[in-house]
């Protein structure tokens, strides 16, 4: 895997994983309010509009899960091409 690839690889899983946790955290927020008025605790009266809360934490969340996910990709695959040229070099 080359270095442009291994970028490609950890930008292409946090944007797409990104994208789902936004997507999941606005839908908590649309569907299930008073979820996230539990976790935190934020009072009934409060003005907190709970669809851009659950949006930026589930941004936030799928980011650093996608960039965790293509970093250990990223490592496993040199890994592996590391472990496959010492197995056709020859020995010394």
Avoid: H
Avoid at 18 to 23: D, E, F, L, N, Q
Avoid at 52 to 62: E, N, S
Avoid at 70 to 82: D, H, Q, Y
């Amino acid at each position: 895997m080359t270095l442009r690839q291994s970028i490609i690889t950890v930008l292409a899983l946090a944007a797409a994983l990104g994208v789902i946790g936004a997507t999941i955290g606005a839908s908590i927020g649309l569907l299930l309010p008073d979820f996230y008025r539990t976790v935190f605790r934020v009072p009934a009266g409060a003005d907190i509009n709970m669809v851009a809360l659950g949006t930026g934490l589930g941004l936030t969340q799928g980011l650093t899960f996608g960039i965790v996910v293509g970093v250990v990709i990223v490592i496993v695959a040199a890994w592996r091409e590391v472990r496959l040229a010492q197995c056709k070099s020859p020995p010394p």
